[in-house]
């Protein structure tokens, strides 16, 4: 059966990895600054042909920043945090 090329409408949520509750399609398209969450193909591609309407309704530059993004592990981006706040705890204390 073919996927349909348009997303489901705001009636239609499904349940968000990263924010941990229901969700929408049109809030995963630009919630990250008014772009596409890089886990927008990853979690809509089982209710709609998502791959075709991302391409069909981005700009080449976006499409291209949303397949090529290099996402860290999680564990490297929670050492990154914790150096962060213990360098601002640091800059705090001078």
Partial sequence: MEKS??????????????????????YCVKENMGSPCF??????FRYFDV?????ANLDQ??????????????MVSL???I????QEERDTKS
């Avoid at 791959?51 to 391409?55: A, D, E, G, N, T």
């Avoid at 530059?61 to 999680?74: A, G, I, Y």
């Avoid at 150096?83 to 213990?86: G, H, I, N, S, V």
Wanted: charge should be positive; proline fraction near 9%.
């Fill in 51 to 55: 791959v075709r309407y991302l391409k």
């Fill in 83 to 86: 150096q962060k706040a213990k």
């Fill in 61 to 74: 530059d976006q499409w291209e920043r949303l397949v090529e993004r290099r996402v860290k592990p999680k």
């Fill in 79 to 81: 050492v990154e945090l």
């Fill in 5 to 26: 090329p348009s997303p489901p409408d705001d009636s239609f949520q499904i349940r968000c990895p990263r924010l941990g509750h229901q969700i929408y399609f049109s």
């Fill in 39 to 44: 886990k927008v193909l990853d979690c809509w």
